[in-house]
């Protein structure tokens, strides 16, 4: 991967003026305030929903996608067949989905959220927003900093 200075990020405007190194150093803290949020969203919020980030994903796209199969799950989340399946079979369990059989291929099944499912969903959000912006309003440290820094520079054009 190369960058030259007259290449643009698509819609932002602004010349790439990083070298390839600095880029991939961009990458690396950008995974890792990811994967710190993450982790704190799992410890504060999904735990006590009894929920993994894997779940939360597929929930988070079935209420969102409706409906939709688990092969359109596994490639947008790139979480493996199983681990999918697992989760749907949990989501099933809790009443949050149900399976519809595909009009005209009954062999793939379509997920919907249940009304019990939409309302959890909605809850969880509330929660998981409330638990993301507690972190990074009040930082202690090195890595949540990096964190708030990285995700502000994502998500502001």
Known sequence: MTADATSTPSGSGRPLTDTPDE??????????????LRRHLEHTVLRDARLTWASYDVLQLATGRRPVDAR??????GLAKATVTLAVKDLIARQLIRRLPRAGDHRYWLLQ???AGLQFHRDLRTRLTAALSEL??????????DAGIALHRISKP
Do not use: S, W
């Open 113 to 115: 959220p249940t009304a």
């Open 136 to 145: 990074l309003d009040h930082a202690t440290d090195a890595a949540q900093h």
């Open 23 to 36: 880029l991939l150093h961009h990458v690396a803290v950008l995974c890792r305030a990811a994967n710190h």
């Open 72 to 77: 359109t799950i596994t490639e947008v989340t």
